[in-house]
């Protein structure tokens, strides 16, 4: 039973550089969710993708952010000139649209760390 | 921004004992979700109830829906070491429209249990 994962787990920069993180979502989902986690908070939504389209991005997502779902399969989250306040958990998350529910399965997040 | 609250921030009980939170919310859902969270790592989905349905059991799981209060809880029972952790509920928007899907999530309950 594969999962959803992310890579890296982890991940250091200095304040300035650009990081990408990948995520793999279970292989028959048709929905891919980012979302980013602060200590002691909430998750909070960033943006979805619904096969290879992005439906929804949240205002949090500043112009320095920005995601990918080539094919509709895996997807790729870009944060470019990182600043301190990025420091995070990214969680990538997915979920096969059904009728009425949409039950989401997070992977096990990117820790991001900026110096 | 978070939907809502949980309650208690924090609880902290011996083994053996039922443990209570409970979530409010803001705006009509589709549906809520609890979610458990070991420290510093992803999200395990608990349980989903549907705004039309007003209370599930899983395992030792009861979660209540109460929609003309905005708000649920969650009940765990005979309660575990291992149950130790931060939970939280989280809330889809109604159908219909691009944000349906998009969880918004509470700042969570941090649930200790002592052996």
């Known amino acids: 039973d594969t999962g959803v994962s992310q890579n890296p787990r982890h991940k250091i920069t200095k304040r300035g550089q650009n990081v990408t993180f990948r995520c793999d979502p279970i292989?028959?989902?048709?929905?891919l969710y980012w979302y980013r986690q602060t200590l002691g908070q909430g998750p909070e939504f960033l943006t979805y993708?619904?096969?290879?389209?992005?439906?929804?991005k949240s205002r949090l997502l500043s112009d320095r952010f920005s995601a990918e779902r080539p094919k509709g399969s895996f997807s790729t989250l870009e944060i470019q000139r990182t600043e301190q306040g990025d420091s995070a958990m990214y969680l990538c998350a997915s979920s096969l649209r059904e009728r009425f529910t949409d039950t989401q399965y997070f992977g096990p997040g990117t820790r991001l760390t900026v110096l | 921004s978070q939907q809502g609250e949980e309650d208690p921030q924090a609880l902290s009980i011996q083994e053996g004992e039922n443990a209570t939170m409970n979530c409010s919310y803001k705006?009509?859902?589709?549906?809520l979700q609890w979610y458990r969270q070991n420290s510093g790592r992803g999200l395990v989905h608990l349980i989903l109830?549907?705004?039309?349905?007003r209370e599930k059991h899983s395992g030792r799981l009861r979660v209540t829906l109460d929609t003309s209060k905005k708000s649920s809880s969650l009940l765990i029972t005979a309660s575990r070491a291992a149950d130790t952790a931060s939970y939280f509920c989280a809330t889809a928007p109604i159908a219909g429209g691009t944000s349906y899907g998009k969880l918004t999530f509470g700042q969570g309950t941090i649930l200790t249990v002592h052996p």
């Open positions: 292989s028959e989902h048709n929905r």
């Open positions: 109830i549907r705004s039309n349905e």
């Open positions: 705006t009509s859902i589709n549906n």
């Open positions: 993708f619904q096969n290879e389209a992005q439906l929804e």
